[in-house]
Nanobody, 111 residues
């Protein structure tokens, strides 16, 4: 059974950085489109970034220039590197591949 297992997250001050890993077990990620979503309190879930096998795109305007999506196919792991974090980045972050979802990880950015 394929699973996406998240770790990382936590509390960070504004201006800080966090890296969120997501490990796929049971299958290889190299051929899949991978995405990071986030859901802030009281808001809909939004796509933050997407990774194809040869390109990476950050969709969220507020995250562009600060967030980077990447993958390490040899480790079956995708990452979301978040720099210069802002309080408005506070949300639960989810990794996704097709109909598979990670369990979510909370990120809280204090002013």
């Amino acid at each position: 059974q394929v699973q996406l297992l998240q770790s990382g997250g936590g509390l960070v001050q504004a201006g800080g950085s966090l890296s969120l890993p997501c490990v796929a077990s049971g299958d290889t990620i190299s051929r899949y489109i991978l995405r990071w979503y986030r859901q802030a309190p009281g808001k809909d879930r939004e796509v933050v970034a997407e990774s194809h096998w040869n390109t990476q795109v950050v969709f969220a305007d507020s995250a562009r220039g600060r967030f980077t999506i990447s993958r390490d196919n040899s480790k079956n792991t995708m990452y979301l590197q978040m720099n210069n974090l802002k309080p408005e980045d506070t949300a639960v972050y989810y990794c996704n591949s097709a109909d598979l979802w990670g369990q979510g990880t909370q990120v809280v950015v204090s002013p």
